[in-house]
């Protein structure tokens, strides 16, 4: 705000307006369905596939609007010919949008990542191709080009610079096989990308229908009873309508206002359902336990995320196959439990134990969260481990991993002198050790920040209890992180 202060000069009047990315968002498409005439491939997400071997000649274009929001990406590959070439195309895109008020900035090129670095480049970076804010496909000098432009996460922008890596000549002289590890696989599929090595398509933008329906009442309620009554009528309308679709829904919302008050209710699914009864079994049970917030004159009910119903033919005695009394158990805890509550853990590529999972939603959006050890969580009675990818860290053994992972707990160890643990101290007693396995040491990486070093050990006590402990090498300070 300082800096925008001194921009704006002395004068007497400066109005500040907060950044809306959900706004930003939410205009982007009627952007999109007006640049419909100009190609039927236009949307700001994008596809990767492995290979760029079929596709060396598309043309796309990356839109830049100077006034938020950002940027749109057409597919444009065949249809410049039909407004004569790439100037008349870039102009008669540029007055489509001065005539809704938009000033942009147009990059043409034969690759998306190319495209939005034309758009997105400071004039100097390409002044010979720089004509009334249209850029047309140079060969890229990627000597000159700043690595903000390869479409990075700002975090990964922001090491970079740390590192002084400034410009894409310096990232593209480091080993690349090191990159990922240090930096995500994003930074090594956005260089191929722009590059033309690795191929990528643009994500159609398609209007979503809204499901939602609403009761305006003549006068405020505050009886529960009828209440209840017209939200089971709103999801018997609100389940024929998603029924007509073949659509169910995943993620529902139920609002009720009056007197300036709204109260907001949100249920998750496992599986797609247009089943009033369903939708209402799973709402009365945040319905019942919440408080009204006064009278009542609004009623809506909206659906956030759907998914295609699906249809299977029974068994005629046995349904062997009959999933539903988990799905129903699962959505049922998420109700009453709350969605954070019930999840199932995924693998993640983190050198630190405690690091190495995330906790996915089983219910609604499926957003991961990974697990704090300084968020208070809920103890889970089992643990039921998955993962997106099917393969096993490398070198990873079941048996060298406990069945329960628990946050690093400080204990008193006597160790010999090689280092491995002799005599463990609790607060209840000690246990000796009668054998051990290790050490496997742990150790992240420079890039990560400050450095963790870890010797691992597997023990085992003459009780025949067995540990996981660690050493940190860095206090020599010993800590048990799990059993087996």
């Known amino acids: 705000m300082v800096e925008a202060t001194a921009l704006c000069g002395a004068r007497s009047s400066i109005q500040f307006i907060a950044h809306d990315p959900a706004a930003d968002l939410a205009a982007l498409g009627p952007l999109a369905e007006r640049c419909g005439r100009f190609s039927p491939w236009v949307g700001w997400d994008t596809l990767g596939g492995r290979g760029a071997a079929d596709w060396q000649e598309s043309k796309f274009a990356g839109l830049t609007l100077l006034e938020s929001p950002s940027a749109l990406l057409l597919d444009i590959q065949g249809i410049v010919s039909h407004f004569g070439d790439e100037a008349a195309f870039a102009s008669e895109v540029q007055r489509e949008f001065c005539s809704a008020g938009y000033e942009v900035v147009l990059g043409l090129a034969e690759t998306i990542g190319a495209a939005w670095a034309l758009a997105f480049a400071d004039e100097q970076n390409f002044p010979e191709t720089s004509t009334n804010n249209v850029r047309l496909s140079p060969p890229l000098n990627w000597q000159q080009l700043p690595i903000e432009l390869l479409r990075l996460l700002p975090e990964t922008t922001e090491l970079l610079h740390r590192l002084g890596v400034m410009y894409i000549d310096q990232l593209l002289r480091l080993p690349r096989q090191e990159l990922p590890a240090r930096f995500g696989s994003l930074l090594l599929r956005r260089i191929d990308q722009a590059l033309g090595n690795v191929a990528e398509w643009v994500v159609p933008y398609r209007p979503v229908p809204k499901w939602e329906v609403e009761r305006r009442l003549d006068y405020p309620l505050t009886r529960r009873d009828i209440l209840e009554e017209i939200l089971q009528q709103l999801l018997s309308q609100l389940g024929a309508l998603l029924r007509q679709q073949d659509l169910g829904a995943m993620q529902l919302e139920c609002r009720l206002a009056g007197e300036g008050k709204s109260l907001r209710l949100e249920v998750g ?61 699962i959505e049922r805890l998420t109700g009453r439990l709350g969605k954070e509550a019930v999840g199932r853990p995924l693998l993640r590529a983190e050198v630190l134990p405690e690091r190495s999972f995330q906790v996915r939603s089983l219910t609604g959006g499926n957003v991961a969260r990974t697990v704090s050890k300084d968020r208070k969580k809920p103890k889970p009675a089992a643990t039921l481990f998955a993962s997106e990818d099917p393969q096993p860290p490398a070198g990873w053994l079941p048996w060298q991993r406990p069945l329960t992972l628990l946050p690093p707990r400080a204990i008193q ?32 990486g420079w890039w990560r920040g400050r450095t963790v070093r870890r010797d691992y050990y597997r023990v085992e006590t003459a009780a025949g209890r067995r540990y996981w402990l660690f050493r940190n090498l860095v206090t020599g300070e010993w800590y048990w992180q799990g059993s087996f």
């Open 269 to 329: 699914l496992c599986r797609p359902s247009a089943s009033p009864q369903r939708m209402w079994e799973l709402l009365r049970l945040p319905w019942e336990r919440t408080p009204l917030v006064g009278p009542i004159d609004r009623l809506e009910l909206r659906v956030l995320r759907t998914g295609r119903l699906s249809s299977e033919q029974r068994e005629l005695f046995i349904d062997l196959h009959d999933t539903s009394e988990p799905h129903d158990l």
């Open 413 to 444: 160890v006597r160790c010999e002198p090689g280092g491995a643990p002799l005599l463990l101290g609790w607060s209840a007693g000690e246990e000796e050790v009668v054998r051990s396995w290790g050490p496997e040491r742990l150790e992240t």
